[in-house]
């Protein structure tokens, strides 16, 4: 059974770097794209981008200025750092996988920014 | 960037009724549409996929439909266990997704 679970501070500060990892448990990550979907409080969800296994990376064009998606092979992990952040960058932040749809996700993880 | 809107936003119907969600595109995407089921505190999960198409242990109380612009999800005879927030998505040009349903039931 495939699992994936979010890790990382809840609290950054204003203009710091958002940094979060998921792990991926039931799958090997050398295969499928792997994303993070992010959803700020009483709003929709917002897609931030994806790494291939391969490396090839893809962003969000609203946020590409600002975004860094990493793979761990060795820890079946892949990463998100989100830099300069803001208070519009609070948000619940989902790791999930995807072939051609969002078939697996993590719960997420709520992401405050507040000095 | 292609915006879908979702309507209504909160739908709330007693069990055995029929739930009727639906979701616009700001322009076509084809056949390029799927629905998500999102339950307080869980993951979300792929619910339909292809407009149509069941994902993996889905019930068949759940439907898709429509083309284009226009798409439905029908859940036929609601149970306790649908209560959730329903969101589509669009993959015909980037990644985008719908506000949410939010289908209470009574």
């Known amino acids: 059974q495939v699992q994936l679970q979010e890790s990382g501070p809840g609290l950054v500060k204003p203009s710091e770097t958002l940094s979060l990892t998921c792990t991926v448990s039931?799958?090997?990550?050398?295969?499928?794209?792997w994303n993070w979907i992010r959803q700020p409080p009483g709003k929709g969800l917002e897609w931030i981008g994806y790494?291939?296994?391969?490396?090839?990376?893809n962003y969000n064009p609203s946020l590409k200025s600002r975004v860094t998606i990493s793979i761990d092979r060795s820890k079946n992990q892949f990463s998100l750092k989100l830099s300069s952040v803001t208070a519009a960058d609070t948000a619940v932040y989902y790791c999930?996988?995807?072939?051609?749809?969002?078939?697996?996700w993590g719960q997420g993880t709520l992401v405050t920014v507040s000095s | 960037e292609i915006v879908l809107t979702q309507s209504p936003a909160t739908l709330s119907l007693s069990p055995g009724e029929r739930a009727t969600l639906s979701c616009r595109a700001s322009?076509?995407?084809?056949?390029?549409l799927a629905w998500y089921q999102h339950k307080p505190g869980q993951a979300p999960s792929l619910l339909i996929y292809?407009?149509?198409n069941r994902a993996t242990g889905v019930p068949a109380r759940f439907s898709g439909s429509g083309s284009g612009t226009d798409f439905t999800l029908t859940i036929s005879s609601l149970e306790p266990e649908d209560s959730a927030v329903y969101y589509c998505?669009?993959?015909?040009?980037?990644?985008?997704f719908g506000q949410g349903t939010k289908v209470e039931i009574k």
């Open positions: 999930a996988r995807k072939g051609l749809w969002f078939d697996y």
């Open positions: 998505q669009q993959r015909s040009e980037w990644w985008t």
């Open positions: 039931g799958d090997s990550i050398n295969s499928h794209y």
């Open positions: 292809d407009v149509s």
């Open positions: 790494m291939y296994y391969s490396g090839n990376t």
């Open positions: 322009q076509s995407v084809s056949t390029y």
